[in-house]
């Protein structure tokens, strides 16, 4: 790939010793929020830099500030040693940064080849773009192990594939800097592990990466550097060989943090449900899951392990009456319906089982929505809500929400707040408030803790274990092994819309859950 004259310029008035990115004083408040305070922060040229803190912490504001999305209310930002300014992120380009956002910035309906050229037309005939861009992704993929089809459209490929896209649209425009937005969130671990073979082949090749993540592990693994955010500051900045995931966890949230969930044993009670030859075939005609029988009870923790796309979120929405199936269940010792019209979720959440989404954006949440509205999606219609038939109470609604926030820690604490105005682990402690304060007998919970910070991830944890412990079934479906590990009592491991096996969560480790993850029956 040969540089273009900006980035050969980049290159050649950079010296070695000046860092890619010196952020100094960055300020920046909406409204009485103060997201970001005067920060200061230096990355060197060629690393990797990570940066971590809660949800709400001001890491995302403080590189959208960087990438020319907002526009810090002072301060000064330094590439490659010279003053720069970044109104926008044609600006942000243009001075060799690119950025990879949690949620992707791409056209499904266009190729793989159409999104990387979008924006960066040589000219109005696309031709020509077609051509090079064909050459430089062919090249790219070579270089950094970005292998992708070219024409293939986004709306086919794979989570981890579209974040490939989204990386190759960054190096198609040159960039020197690549900001990642909590790049693994969405990624099952293996997709995890080629991403960071990806990132360690670019900082070979000289890239600077800055990696925002919740993950210590990740940070501990891939970094050489890391700063720690915490309520709009930096709080500190080590030497990732200098510091452990521990001081990170501290620094953080500005308390001792358990990384292990502290639990009794289960003291597993009466069967609550009983499946038997679940079987789901999709409308393309695959077979999804595959006579699937099992049992959980009260006061226990029942894990569901897998690599993602292995039958675990089509067997959360059946049981959520989300999706119609084959077979057979019952709850405590009723027949439970699989199909027709008693197969719905207000019936499930009638028969009370709650229903924690693994997407809270696309099954959670609405998030235009308040959050007092939001915490009354499903029990609209219970009496405290509705205090006659014609309308229902929404002061009572807005108390109740109050309430729960104060409860499950929500920040900030605003009932009136839409969904969309908080971050993201924030988000899940409302779904999990709705669906938790309900009280149910069972509660299905899919990926609880994605997308979701340290102290986050703790409290949730908690919770989980003050419900099993109250008398309710969990049943936990995670990619997080390390979550599964920990939380789960009992754990089977699906692969191919099969049950691999069973084992208890005290007498397994990693490695013989991943050989069955694996398809391995005989771990």
Known sequence: MTATTDQAARQETAAPSVPAIELRGISKAFGSVQANKDISITVQRGTIHGIVGENGAGKSTLMSIL????KADSGEVFINGARTEIPDSLAAIRAGIGMVFQHFKLVENFSVLENVILGAEDSALLGPSRKRARGVLKQLAADFELEVDPDTLIENLSVGHQQ???????LYREADILILDEPTGVLTPS???HLFRILR?????GKTIVLITHKLREIMDVTDAVSVMR?????ATRPTADTSATELAELMVGRKVLLRVEKTKAQPGDEVLRLDGLRLVD???VERLRKIGFSIRAGEILGIAGVAGNGQSELLEVLAGLREAEGQAWLRGEPLPLSGPECNGQARRAARIAHVPEDRHRRGLVLPFHAWENTALGYHHDPRYNPNPWRMDGAAIVADTAAKMERFDVRPPDPQLPAEGFSGGNQQKIVLAREIEYGPDLLLVGQPTRGVDIGAIEFIHQRLIELRDAGAAVLLISVELDEILSLA??????????IMGERMADATDARELGLLMAGMEQA
């Not at 990438?67 to 907002?70: M, W």
């Not at 082949?201 to 090749?205: M, N, S, V």
């Not at 309520?231 to 709080?235: A, N």
Request: proline share 0%; aromatic share 10%.
């Open 191 to 193: 997709e995890a592990d």
């Open 283 to 285: 409308a393309q005609g």
């Open 164 to 170: 490939r896209v989204e990386i190759l649209k960054a």
């Open 231 to 235: 309520r709009g500051e930096i709080v």
């Open 489 to 498: 009592d009992r754990i089977l491991v699906m692969f191919d819309g099969r």
């Open 67 to 70: 990438y020319g999305f907002y």
């Open 201 to 205: 082949g670019l900082k070979e090749q």
